[in-house]
């Protein structure tokens, strides 16, 4: 049995690499809630709950990615100007 953790995680990243969108869609990450062992392993575990957790999982990991970015960014333009 996985962590919570590791399905919301798994979740916000399967659902960036697929659709590349910053808001979750309902319906995707209800299939995912149902197909991917979700609801089988936390029957307690409602989908609005679960919806909360992968949505904050998923601006995270794109805030991360932006900062990253314009991290690299700056550091380009930087070596260019040299």
């Given at each position: 049995?996985?962590?919570?953790?590791?399905y919301v995680e798994m979740a916000a990243l399967?659902?960036?690499?697929e659709t590349g969108k910053e808001?979750?869609?309902?319906?995707?990450l209800a299939e995912f809630f149902q197909d991917g062992g979700v609801m089988?392993?936390?029957?307690?575990?409602?989908?609005?709950?679960?919806?909360?957790?992968?949505?904050?999982?998923?601006t995270i990991r794109i805030d991360k990615a932006e900062?990253?970015?314009r991290l690299q960014q700056e550091?380009?333009?930087?070596?260019a100007k040299r």
């Open positions: 049995m996985r962590k919570l953790t590791e399967e659902y960036w690499q808001v979750l869609d309902s319906l995707w089988d392993d936390y029957p307690a575990q409602d989908l609005v709950g679960f919806y909360s957790l992968v949505q904050k999982a998923l900062k990253l970015a550091k380009s333009s930087r070596s």
